[in-house]
């Protein structure tokens, strides 16, 4: 085992587990906000699980992913906009919990809990299939294009994962607000779609071709 890219690994998932606990559990006031517990568990067990198989079977592609960083300028303004979507529906998902202004019943919670485990199941599945896969928009030395297994559904599955993921995630947190919240990312990754069709037609050979076999982008038969 590659102990850097261990250390790197941990340090970014702690950091994660700290930064997500003082944005739910700080507004909350309390660490009695149970679906933040909940949160926190179906969000980061799966992904230390996921990263000791990338550690195993393809390092390469967990340390592409850890150190991926934008370099086009539209990019890296989707970027802060997600970022500032997750922290406006996490503090407010805890300020609904302090305050109780709209109080979701356990079934919703757990249902979308179980849309969340799905989003993550898929998201696994993309990661296995393609190699190329990357947190930037970019076309990576000897990159071909993958049309087969969920890409042979729509042409970005990994957004496809997020989008179960991301919408899900406020109401496993109990907040109806935080999830009108997090509606934005629907314009967020519709932008970012634009502008990685952009990258891969201009340089990603057959990718236009592709396009024109695999209709649609994230929904089957939607979108």
Same mark, same amino acid.
Do not use: C
């Given at each position: 085992?590659?102990?850097?890219?261990?250390?790197?690994?941990?340090?970014?998932?702690?950091?994660?587990?700290?930064?997500?606990?003082?944005?739910?559990?700080?507004?909350?006031?309390?660490?009695?906000?149970?679906?933040?517990?909940?949160?926190?568990?179906?969000?980061?067990?799966?992904?230390?699980?996921?990263?000791?198989?990338?550690?195993?079977?393809?390092?390469?592609?967990?340390?592409?992913?850890?150190?991926?960083?934008?370099?086009?300028?539209?990019?890296?303004?989707?970027?802060?906009?997600?970022?500032?979507?997750?922290?406006?529906?996490?503090?407010?998902?805890? &300020?609904?919990?302090?305050?109780?202004?709209? /109080? #979701?019943?356990?079934? *919703?919670? $757990? !249902?979308?809990? +179980? =849309?969340?485990?799905?989003?993550?199941?898929?998201?696994?599945?993309?990661?296995?299939?393609?190699?190329?896969?990357?947190?930037?928009?970019?076309?990576?030395?000897?990159?071909?294009?993958?049309?087969?297994?969920?890409?042979?559904?729509?042409?970005?599955?990994?957004?496809?994962?997020?989008? &179960?993921?991301?919408?899900?995630?406020?109401? /496993? #947190?109990?907040?109806? *607000?935080? $999830? !009108?919240?997090? +509606? =934005?990312?629907?314009?967020?990754?519709?932008?970012?779609?634009?502008?990685?069709?952009?990258?891969?037609?201009?340089?990603?050979?057959?990718?236009?071709?592709?396009?024109?076999?695999?209709?649609?982008?994230?929904?089957?038969?939607?979108?």
């Amino acid at each position: 085992m590659n102990g850097k890219l261990f250390a790197q690994a941990i340090t970014k998932v702690l950091s994660g587990v700290l930064l997500v606990g003082v944005l739910l559990f700080l507004p909350a006031g309390s660490f009695s906000y149970w679906n933040g517990w909940l949160l926190m568990a179906v969000l980061f067990v799966p992904m230390i699980v996921a990263g000791f198989v990338m550690m195993k079977k393809s390092p390469e592609l967990l340390q592409k992913r850890l150190n991926a960083k934008e370099e086009q300028s539209e990019q890296k303004a989707v970027v802060v906009l997600s970022g500032l979507m997750f922290i406006a529906a996490f503090i407010v998902a805890g &300020l609904n919990y302090r305050f109780g202004w709209i /109080v #979701l019943p356990n079934w *919703i919670v $757990f !249902v979308a809990t +179980l =849309v969340f485990l799905l989003g993550y199941v898929l998201y696994a599945e993309v990661l296995r299939e393609n190699a190329y896969l990357s947190r930037t928009v970019e076309v990576q030395e000897n990159q071909k294009v993958i049309d087969t297994g969920l890409y042979g559904v729509v042409r970005h599955p990994m957004y496809m994962s997020t989008f &179960l993921l991301f919408l899900s995630m406020p109401l /496993v #947190l109990g907040s109806v *607000i935080s $999830f !009108v919240i997090m +509606l =934005v990312y629907i314009p967020i990754i519709a932008k970012r779609i634009r502008n990685e069709e952009q990258v891969l037609e201009e340089g990603l050979e057959g990718y236009s071709e592709y396009k024109k076999r695999v209709k649609h982008k994230v929904i089957p038969l939607i979108w």
